[in-house]
């Protein structure tokens, strides 16, 4: 690594400072603070920055040789000049007043665009809006093209896709993602960022990737943050924080760290009918856990040696000590002639979780005249445990009363390690991005049963099981972009070889393979006009499972039913085409998307022996077609309306389970469309008391064999900051008429079953916020993640 050190210190380049400095003022001279102003750089970046109590401001220009810098602010005319890089240093800005508006109580809030089309996605501006007051993960239902449903995030109906916070993969099963996200304050969110097509540079996986951009400022300093939440549902949960990040010289620092408790509800009503016996299986499950102590930190420096190289460290993690739930849940089994009991069985399920993820990374970053090479290693480690007492009490009809009883001690423990080099050479109208990556992960479970006999709980190897999982990947890739008058095209390939390496003692099974596969991407945007743009792009993508779901062992919810992963589980090849078009903020997108193998939870029922399977599979192949149109208006200064809509058919083709012919083809389809709108109102000039209404219905959608019913979500946000936006006190109001549930369906051949499932989702909550320090001080940049993270 010396040599490589070296080798760079010796190329000749050349350092020119790009930091512009700038104040915006009025006609009198007099400064004009807390206004956004825009830029759009050569290089086809954007940036949104705001003026300090003095109106000043400051931006970096990242070696774009010219930009556009426009300000709108209400009473004045708006303000745009276009400005070639010529050792300009200060930037003297004066608003002229706009005659022909009258000022009235009530203003809008921000000028930058909530949705902004980029070539490979969208940008959802969260940013000094009421939507900051929610979390994170509240912020996600409501952004354009992502869809929750069963807290399962979705893009365009798939839910192959990649979680990222400031480029920054997380390491978290789907559950502590959501935890993750829930404690995450809305007010250091900027942006959600929906990239539907990712770029060669990106690792393969997943279809898509959320990118949660948080806040950049531009001062240095010290600032603070203080912040509570008090979130009262059926059961009442609370969060304290505080965040703090200190730049000084060649020094950036940031961290955080938050503390939850709280009691956590699940209801739902499982019906199962086994046609053969007529009889009807249903279960009232009511999941109540508690969690007394969840801690959620975060760590990040940057030390920059000079102007050309800097180096990153970071970690962040996630500790659970113990999640505690009791679970009963009453049976009651129903003759289908008469429709009247005739059996039940009670099962109490005693749980406790234990769970902590820790990820850490190193970057040197080094910057040449119009060259850059970054390399990057990230390591991580997760360990679960879970213990689990199932206790069934079983009242069957002409049998005597039974009891049966089992035990569950189970563990996990991941570690990954990824390195990766990255070379970038940009100029006004071209770029080359080339690299490599590897990475290596290993993942050891372990699961011991044990059953009640003659009144002692004895091990049962029979069902126990060990699984171990090993895996290698090595990437490459190169893209490259070209701009000509109004015309830019972007295109890319890349390489992945997997080495896996599995091994399961029961049931028994060894797995060796290679796999080495090629994923191009491509895109091509077309500018009309100034309120015109075209673009068309296509990516191939995999999707690996989650090492959760290989697990082949039996893990049992209970006397009747159980989860089962597949140790030979498919990756997913996903083919994505889209053909977009903007006009006049109107944002206009069709799409077609192939998935081969696509891999999903179902369940379907043993009906020999009355048992329920949950089984990770992979399903035959998925098909949709679909499109989507968003536009924001602003109806009046204090009013603005925001608009999204989509609509896709969805086609599902299954083999089916505990069938006389295990190899019929089934197909599920539906027509499938999606509504969000809000309405956002200003209260004041100050833009410190607004309020937020929002509504989002879901129509019926598939998964796999089962069917999943519509739901809809009505919600309100009112949010006041006092004391020079020091402090800040919002309140909302979540799934108003309690509407946010679903039903999962499927009947085909012998399968006939409905779950009914609702997630406490109404729920009303309080946040407080105390800022101190300087507010507006720049965040400490975070080094990228790994794909491998993400199916942690």
Request: no cysteine; hydrophobic share 30%; net charge positive.
């Amino acid at each position: 690594m010396k040599k490589l050190v070296y080798l760079f210190l010796l190329i000749p380049h050349f350092v020119f400072t790009q930091t512009i400095l700038g104040k915006l003022m009025n006609e009198e001279l007099e400064p004009i603070s807390s206004n956004f102003i825009e830029i759009e750089t050569s290089k086809n970046e954007t940036l949104i920055i705001n003026t300090d109590e003095e109106g000043k401001f400051e931006f970096d220009l990242n070696k774009a040789k010219s930009f556009i810098l426009s300000v709108k602010e209400l009473g004045f005319l708006p303000f745009e000049k276009n400005y070639k890089y010529d050792s300009i240093q200060q930037l003297e800005i004066i608003l002229k007043k706009d005659t022909t508006v009258n000022l009235e109580t009530v203003s809008i809030s921000a000028q930058k665009p909530m949705l902004k089309r980029k070539i490979d996605g969208l940008e959802f501006t969260i940013e000094n809006t009421p939507l900051q007051n929610l979390s994170a993960w509240d912020i996600l239902k409501n952004t354009p093209t992502v869809l929750i449903k069963n807290d399962q995030l979705s893009i365009r109906g798939n839910s192959q896709i990649i979680v990222m916070i400031n480029d920054k993969k997380t390491l978290m099963t789907q559950d502590q993602l959501k935890q993750l996200l829930e404690n995450t304050n809305g007010d250091l969110i900027s942006s959600i960022e929906v990239i539907t097509n990712p770029p060669a540079k990106y690792d393969a996986s997943g279809s898509a990737i959320i990118n949660i951009k948080m806040k950049k400022n531009t001062l240095s300093g010290y600032k603070g943050q203080l912040y509570t939440r008090y979130h009262q549902s059926i059961y009442s949960k609370g969060m304290i924080g505080t965040s703090h990040t200190y730049n000084k010289n060649k020094w950036q620092l940031t961290g955080s760290y938050y503390f939850v408790n709280g009691k956590y509800i699940r209801k739902n009503l499982d019906v199962v009918t086994y046609e053969n016996e007529q009889t009807k299986w249903e279960s009232d499950m009511i999941r109540r856990t508690v969690a007394k102590e969840q801690h959620i930190y975060n760590f990040a420096t940057q030390y920059s040696i000079d102007s050309l190289q800097n180096i990153q460290f970071g970690f962040n993690g996630y500790n659970n000590p113990e999640s505690v739930g009791n679970y009963i849940v009453p049976t009651t089994i129903y003759n289908l002639i008469n429709n009247n009991p005739e059996s039940n069985y009670i099962t109490q399920n005693n749980r406790k979780e234990y769970s902590n993820s820790f990820n850490s990374y190193f970057i040197y970053d080094k910057k040449f005249n119009k060259n850059s090479l970054t390399w990057t290693n990230n390591f991580s480690i997760r360990h679960y445990k879970e213990n689990q007492g199932v206790l069934t009490q079983l009242n069957f009809k002409d049998k005597p009363y039974n009891e049966n009883e089992f035990k569950t001690n189970s563990g996990q423990d991941v570690k990954l390690y990824s390195t990766q080099f990255d070379y970038t050479l940009s100029d006004d109208n071209y770029g080359i991005e080339a690299g490599t990556k590897y990475s290596y992960v290993t993942n050891d479970n372990d699961m011991n049963f044990y059953e009640r006999v003659n009144q002692n709980l004895i091990y049962q190897p029979e069902k126990s099981n060990t699984f171990d999982y090993k895996e290698q990947i090595l990437a490459f890739y190169v893209s490259g972009n070209y701009k000509w008058k109004k015309w830019e095209v972007k295109t890319g390939l890349r390489s992945e070889t997997t080495w896996i390496n599995t091994i399961s003692d029961n049931p028994e099974n060894k797995n060796n393979r290679i796999n080495s596969n090629l994923f191009p991407t491509f895109y091509l945007n077309h500018t009309i006009n100034d309120k015109q743009q075209l673009g068309f792009n296509y990516g191939k993508r995999i999707s690996r499972p989650n090492y959760n779901f290989l697990n082949p062992s039996k893990s049992y919810y209970n006397l009747f039913s159980y989860f089962q992963g597949d140790a030979n589980l498919k990756s997913t090849f996903i083919d994505n085409f889209s053909l977009n078009y903007t006009v006049s903020d109107w944002n206009f997108e069709t799409y077609y998307r192939y998935e081969k193998d696509p891999t999903m939870e179902i369940s379907y029922q043993d009906n020999s022996n009355n048992i329920v399977i949950y089984n990770f599979t992979n399903i035959k192949n998925g098909k949709a077609f679909g499109g989507n149109i968003s536009k924001n208006f602003n109806l009046k200064s204090w009013l603005k309306f925001n608009f999204f809509m989509m609509g896709e058919y969805n086609q599902n083709y299954y083999f089916g389970k505990n069938i006389a012919n295990e190899n019929q083809l089934y197909k599920n389809d539906v027509f499938f469309y999606n509504t969000n709108i809000s309405t956002q109102i200003d209260f004041n000039k100050q833009k410190t008391f607004n309020l937020f209404i929002g509504y989002q219905y879901n129509s019926k959608s598939i998964q796999g064999s089962f069917d999943i019913s519509s739901s809809q979500n009505t919600y309100l946000i009112i949010n006041k900051k006092f004391y020079d936006k020091k402090f800040e006190i919002g309140v909302t109001f979540n799934d108003i008429f309690k509407t946010d549930r679903n039903t999962l369906s499927t009947k085909y051949s012998n399968q006939n079953q409905y779950f009914k499932d609702y997630r406490d989702t109404q729920y009303f909550l309080i946040n407080m916020k105390y800022n101190f320090g300087n507010q507006k001080l720049k965040e400490t940049k975070q080094g990228n993640k790994t794909a491998e993270q993400n199916r942690i």
